[in-house]
T-cell receptor, first 112, second 116 residues
Framework: SQTIHQWPATLVQPVGSPLSLECTVEGTSNPNLYWYRQAAGRGLQLLFYSVGIGQISSEVPQNLSASRPQDRQFILSSKKLLLSDSGFYLC???????????FGEGSRLTVL | GENVEQHPSTLSVQEGDSAVIKCTYSDSASNYFPWYKQELGKGPQLIIDIRSNVGEKKDQRIAVTLNKTAKHFSLHITETQPEDSAVYFCAASPEGMWTNAGKSTFGDGTTLTVKP
């Protein structure tokens, strides 16, 4: 079965510092991969998705970027964090021709 | 685009009672409706899903019903237990051969508390 590993689980960073959240997938090849942000008490907001290596689509304009250097690796980055970047970030993966979506455990980012 | 509304936002039930969470959607092209359970500090996990060619699906204590005409679907949990306490999310997406399930539209979630 498909498993998503995401790290770090928690991160406290100063404003203006860089960010790198990493996500890796096991148990499937060529998955669609997604980065979401989840605000407290709200649903998931899709930030980026990727259908293959080097292919990134952005859903909302923001201070973040994403990259997919390998088939099963998806990275969320920022060059300079803002206070508003604080939140709970989830990596998700799905298989083509199947609706099921798998999630990592999430990364809680606090920008001070 | 799709709009999904989920009610109630919070639900508290006594252990052993049933819990019902409802979602409505707006896009008639949506034909895949998953439900996710998210425990505190963790990622969501799929618990049950239903496709538009089915009106009801059941898995032990969990069932989902779909009314395509009215564009609403519901999650039913019977004989609730304290470990059912979590946030539950519904979602809707137009599933197809090249489906992009992660682009589903999610509801805002329901916090279910089961009191022992």
């Amino acid at each position: 079965s498909q498993t998503i590993h995401q790290w770090p689980a928690t991160l406290v960073q100063p404003v203006g510092s860089p960010l790198s959240l990493e996500c890796t997938v096991e148990g499937t090849s060529n998955p669609n991969l997604y980065w979401y942000r989840q605000a407290a008490g709200r649903g998931l907001q899709l930030l980026f998705y990727s259908v293959g290596i080097g292919q990134i689509s952005s859903e909302v304009p923001q201070n973040l970027s994403a990259s997919r250097p390998q088939d099963r690796q998806f990275i969320l980055s920022s060059k300079k964090l803002l206070l508003s970047d604080s939140g709970f970030y989830l990596c998700g993966g799905g298989r083509i021709q199947a609706g099921e979506l798998f999630f990592g455990e999430g990364s809680r980012l606090t920008v001070l | 685009g799709e709009n999904v509304e989920q009610h109630p936002s919070t639900l508290s039930v006594q252990e052993g009672d049933s819990a019902v969470i409802k979602c409505t959607y707006s896009d008639s092209a949506s034909n895949y409706f998953p439900w996710y359970k998210q425990e505190l500090g963790k990622g969501p996990q799929l618990i049950i899903d239903i496709r538009s060619n089915v009106g009801e699906k059941k898995d032990q204590r969990i069932a989902v019903t779909l009314n395509k005409t009215a564009k609403h679907f519901s999650l039913h949990i019977t004989e609730t237990q304290p470990e059912d306490s979590a946030v539950y999310f519904c979602a809707a997406s137009p599933e197809g051969m090249w489906t992009n399930a992660g682009k589903s539209t999610f509801g805002d979630g329901t916090t279910l508390t089961v009191k022992p």
